[in-house]
């Protein structure tokens, strides 16, 4: 994978991936990729993360990215530890500019026009609507877009297997984020999962 886009358009739900156990991250990868989902973001919020992002790169066909990266010690710790992508939940002119440097692709959080206008100044384009539901919903992300052609988006936040279809439709929406798709045995993992890759068919 070259760019963010078409880590964006390889599955219409990117799982957003909270681990607390390092030795639960492979098969959870495996049954995620097994349905359909191979792109997964591990979010930097807890001690496992790092660990839990390793196993899961021993799956094949997992894509595996790190989230919630908010400062560049954790960029360089994501980088070091192989991560694919980048996601963070807002976006910074220092920490976007060391991510371009970086040359991994990157998906920056954003919630207004001054956010999407900072990006654009980094050459970015692509960005992760975030908080999407309580920053107004579909409604809202669909008037935020309509200034800005060129920018594509993933909204995060609230997202719910009931909604996710509606901001599929979207044609500016690449995918969406969310954590439905966990919980449960890994065999309800893959089901929801296929579930969830279908949405785009």
């Not at 681990?19 to 997964?40: C, Q, S």
């Not at 530890?81 to 500019?97: K, M, N």
Request: proline share 5%; aromatic share 6%.
């Amino acid at each position: 994978m070259t760019d963010i886009a078409t880590i964006m358009r390889t599955s219409a739900v990117i799982p957003v991936l909270v681990i607390d156990d390092a030795a639960t991250a492979r098969p959870l990868a495996e049954a995620l990729v097994a349905g359909g989902l191979k792109v997964l973001e591990v979010t930097l919020r807890t001690p496992a993360a790092l660990e839990a992002m390793a196993e899961m790169k021993k799956v094949p066909g997992a894509i595996v990215g790190a989230g919630t990266v908010v400062n560049e010690a954790q960029l360089r710790d994501v980088a070091d530890a192989g991560a694919e992508f980048i996601v963070s939940p807002g976006l910074t002119d220092r920490l976007g500019a060391a991510v371009i440097e970086s040359g991994i692709p990157y998906l920056p959080g954003i919630a207004n026009a001054g956010d999407i206008m900072r990006g654009l100044d980094l050459g970015l384009t692509h960005f992760k609507f975030f908080p999407a539901e309580t920053s107004g919903g579909l409604k809202a992300l669909k008037a935020l877009a309509a200034p800005f052609y060129q920018a594509r988006f993933c909204p995060t936040g609230g997202i719910t297997e009931a909604s996710a279809p509606d901001w599929l439709a979207f044609d500016r929406v690449l995918c969406v984020g969310g954590s439905w798709v966990t919980g449960g045995s890994m065999t309800d993992v893959e089901a929801k999962a296929r579930a969830a890759a279908a949405l785009r068919d």
